[in-house]
């Protein structure tokens, strides 16, 4: 079965960009849409974005400004870029699989999801 | 501010029937996408629990049950069970002026008695 490991530095400082990686093993890449949702400690869920293998994109409105996802399908992976950064960046940030319902993403939910990894934005 | 707004929690004994609530509104729920539902054990990630209202992927217990009707969602669970304590969040999707995005309640703390 598809699984997702996240990787990329614990720890960013204030104003730098964050990096993260996703790489799925199990499965191919293509042919799926892909995401990034965070939780800050203690809160809830916020999506960032979707990536289609084919790299077409949709970030939430909220983050648009700052956000980049991009695909790398020879190695299949996806990645997350968040720039200028603050203490309210922080948070656990997963990656997860979009499962299409009826083929809309409008409709569709995330499964599986990465195990998490937390990011800190501190000097 | 979640846009989907859940209770910050609920309980119930062991046995007993809990229903947790989403409300949403004509930009989502109410527009007609679909609800799904995820449980967060403590210390891991989410994992679904009920897609496109009130479907269960293979290996979640039918003692998990979701509804939809107007611009609201519930997740019901019966027969409840020491391993059923964890986070629950519902997840949409909402189209408006400032944009169109997918967009998650604040989530639920269960608490078995």
């Known amino acids: 079965q598809v699984q997702l490991q996240e990787s990329g530095p614990g720890l960013v400082k204030p104003s730098e960009t964050l990096s993260l990686t996703c790489t799925v093993s199990?499965?191919?890449?293509?042919?799926?849409?892909w995401s990034w949702i965070r939780q800050p400690p203690g809160k809830g869920l916020e999506w960032i974005g979707y990536?289609?293998?084919?790299?077409?994109?949709n970030y939430n409105p909220s983050l648009k400004s700052r956000v980049t996802i991009s695909v790398d399908t020879s190695k299949n992976q996806f990645s997350l870029k968040l720039s200028s950064v603050t203490a309210a960046d922080t948070a656990v940030y997963y990656c997860?699989?979009?499962?299409?319902?009826?083929?809309?993403?409008?409709?569709?939910?995330?499964?599986?999801w990465g195990q998490g990894t937390l990011v800190t934005v501190s000097s | 501010q979640s846009v989907l707004t859940q209770p910050p929690s609920v309980s119930g004994a062991p046995g007993q029937r809990v229903t947790i609530s989403c409300t949403g509104s004509?930009?989502?729920?109410?527009?007609?996408?679909?609800v799904h539902w995820y449980q967060q054990l403590p210390g891991t990630a989410p994992k679904l629990l009920i897609y496109?209202?009130?479907n269960r992927p293979s290996g979640v217990p039918d003692r998990f049950s979701g509804s939809k009707s107007g611009t609201s969602a519930s997740l019901a669970i019966t027969g409840l069970q020491a391993e059923d304590e964890a986070d629950y969040y519902c997840?949409?999707?909402?189209?408006?002026?400032?944009?169109?995005?997918?967009?998650f309640g604040g989530g639920t703390k269960l608490t078995v008695l």
């Open positions: 997860a699989r979009v499962v299409l319902w009826f083929g809309e993403l409008l409709m569709s939910w995330f499964d599986p």
């Open positions: 990536i289609y293998y084919s790299g077409s994109t």
């Open positions: 496109g209202n009130s």
């Open positions: 004509s930009s989502n729920i109410g527009a007609g996408y679909d």
């Open positions: 199990g499965g191919s890449i293509s042919s799926y849409y």
């Open positions: 997840q949409s999707y909402d189209s408006s002026l400032s944009g169109s995005r997918v967009v």
